[in-house]
């Protein structure tokens, strides 16, 4: 639901990042990336975007395989078109990615996995040639923490902390133009259980940050931890519905219209978050 815009409904095929394309205008040649081999719901859908990965960032193919098939695809037919658009995408990939392909080829240890790197990867294109508007990384690790949480989610903060500061300080002057979303779907239960850890809760936290965004602030509602304020007697209650945040965005950082957001999140009445924006 988090990824496809529509709560309650699971017949949504596409995502909501992918029906925001829609509404862009751009003429880029990779408006929209992933990073990894998968393309994540959140994404999916008649909009088309690349995902990049670990061969298309960092191995090249020979010489000879290269010629090869540039000799194979060098018609008219469906192949051949798509092959030939392949490339052209690819020499974007190679010019905005260079220093880091530079790194790997001198033997430098590269873990593409890390968030940091990831982070490079998409600073790079958006304010490369390529001139991507939208990118997704999904950060993988172990947030389920029912079990030595202290230790367990202080790394994963420390890892996505790190790429954060990573992206905002390699995007450079393009950062005042860019907003960041970290999003999970679903909180963690208030109280510790017995294995030094926590359970599976409702709400959350939605971070936001970029040039555009009014930060070093809470928005929202805080009711406090009293156990009536609590759902169910255990969990944070949801307070603010993520499509809010998103529209917001959408409607005083890209300038969409009310229209336009109702298609991306149909079903929903839209209620703005006052002072998200500056």
């Known amino acids: 639901y988090l990824e496809s ?19 862009l205008e751009t003429s880029s040649p990779l408006p929209a990336i992933n990073i990894g081999v998968t393309t994540p719901r959140i994404l999916s859908g008649s909009y088309p975007s ?35 658009q392949g490339q052209k995408l690819k020499e974007f990939l190679d010019f905005d990615l260079a220093p880091l392909i530079q790194q790997s080829n001198r033997g430098k ?4 996995k890390d968030f940091s790197y990831q982070s490079q990867i998409i600073a790079r294109l958006i304010r490369g040639q390529a001139s991507s508007q939208i990118a997704c990384v999904v950060h993988e690790g172990s947030w389920d ?24 300080q390699d995007l450079g002057e393009a950062y005042r133009d860019t907003v960041i979303v970290v999003l999970s779907e679903f909180g963690r ?27 070093g602030k809470v928005h ?24 809010d945040i998103l529209g917001t965005i959408f409607r005083e950082h890209l300038q969409l219209n009310d229209k336009a957001i109702a ?8 209620t703005s978050l006052p002072g998200l924006i500056i």
Do not use: C
């Open 263 to 270: 298609a991306i999140f149909p079903d929903h009445n839209l």
């Open 145 to 168: 923490t029912h079990g030595g949480q202290s230790y367990t989610l202080y790394q994963e903060l420390h890892k996505l902390g790190q790429g954060l500061s990573t992206l905002v």
């Open 5 to 23: 815009g529509t709560p309650g409904n699971k017949g949504t095929t596409s995502g909501w990042l992918n029906r925001l394309l829609g509404y």
């Open 109 to 112: 240890s590269v873990n593409f």
């Open 50 to 84: 690349v995902n990049i990965t670990r061969d298309s960032v960092l191995n090249e193919p020979s010489a000879t395989l290269r010629s090869s098939l540039d000799a194979l695809y060098q018609g008219q037919g469906e192949l051949s078109l798509l092959y030939q």
């Open 189 to 215: 239960s208030l109280r510790e259980n017995s294995g030094g850890g926590t359970d599976h809760g409702r709400g959350n936290v939605v971070m936001v940050l970029g040039g555009s965004i009014r930060g």
């Open 220 to 243: 929202g509602q805080w009711r406090g931890l009293e156990e009536h304020n609590l759902e169910e007697g255990r969990d944070l209650p949801v307070t603010t519905d993520f499509r």
